[in-house]
Nanobody, 117 residues
Framework: VQLQASGGGSVQAGGSLRLSCAAS????????MGWFRQAPGREREFVAA??????RYADSVKGRFTISRDNAKNTVYLLMNSLKPDDTAVYYC?????????????WGQGTLVTVSS
């Protein structure tokens, strides 16, 4: 599956951004979709994921970020509120039929989020 992420940008701490990730597959609804991020000098880390309904979140973003999907538009979103400088990273969307992030996942190209204090 091909993924196209968008929506990154620069915001001040406390601000909000919404990322979008459009997928190319017709059976998009069957995929476990997720967002990961990689800050400079750090490993890529899990942010959030969604399969059917509800979301799974990293502790560092729980209560601030919300993942959602629109299967009719083949798109997954990440609404990021109360952004902190520590959220600065390149954000990647990913897809896998069973568990996003597992071997065999498809990855988008990444979109940069910069949060200034």
């Amino acid at each position: 599956v091909q993924l196209q992420a968008s929506g990154g940008g620069s915001v001040q701490a406390g601000g909000s951004l919404r990322l979008s990730c459009a997928a190319s597959r017709r059976n998009f609804g069957s995929y476990d979709m997720g967002w990961f991020r990689q800050a400079p000098g750090r490993e890529r880390e899990f942010v959030a994921a969604i399969k059917w309904s509800g979301g799974r979140y990293a502790d560092s973003v729980k209560g601030r970020f919300t993942i959602s999907r629109d299967n009719a538009k083949n798109t997954v979103y990440l609404l990021m509120n109360s952004l902190k400088p520590d959220d600065t990273a390149v954000y990647y969307c990913a897809a896998h039929l069973i568990g996003v992030g597992a071997e065999g996942s498809s990855w988008g190209q990444g979109t940069l989020v910069t949060v200034s204090s």
